[in-house]
């Protein structure tokens, strides 16, 4: 592949509505990752951005992944198979932090949570 290397920018620290566009498998530092593609939607600057959020393969009640599954509105019961992959064109709410990089080359986004877009009114 050819191509031409680009800087993007960092999203400023906010809470942005995103769409997943993708779900993949990855090994990270820690075991099996799962690593969703979230593109900013709506209207505004920041609309077609993408960040990523990553999170232990571990669909435990208790586990970062379980809660965000919640978040993006699918329920799961104890025992049943899930696919990850159905998470992809769900909605929810991104909670971005705007961190630096110890090298100092640039700033790089952190999914610090994800939440439901429409929270329970009770």
Known sequence: ??????????????????????????????????KLTLEVVGDGPY????VFAWAAANLSTKSKLAH?????????????????DILVGANATAVVLRKSRDNGDGDFNL???????????F
């Open 1 to 34: 592949m050819k191509g031409t290397i680009i800087r993007t920018e960092a999203l400023p620290t906010g809470e942005y509505p995103v769409t997943v566009t993708d779900v993949e498998d990855a090994e990270g530092s820690y075991g099996p990752q799962i």
């Open 47 to 50: 609309m077609g951005k993408r």
């Open 68 to 84: 965000w599954v919640r978040a993006f509105g699918f329920a799961f019961e104890v025992g049943a198979n899930f696919d990850t």
């Open 111 to 121: 999914v610090e949570d994800i939440q439901s877009s429409n929270p329970d009114p």
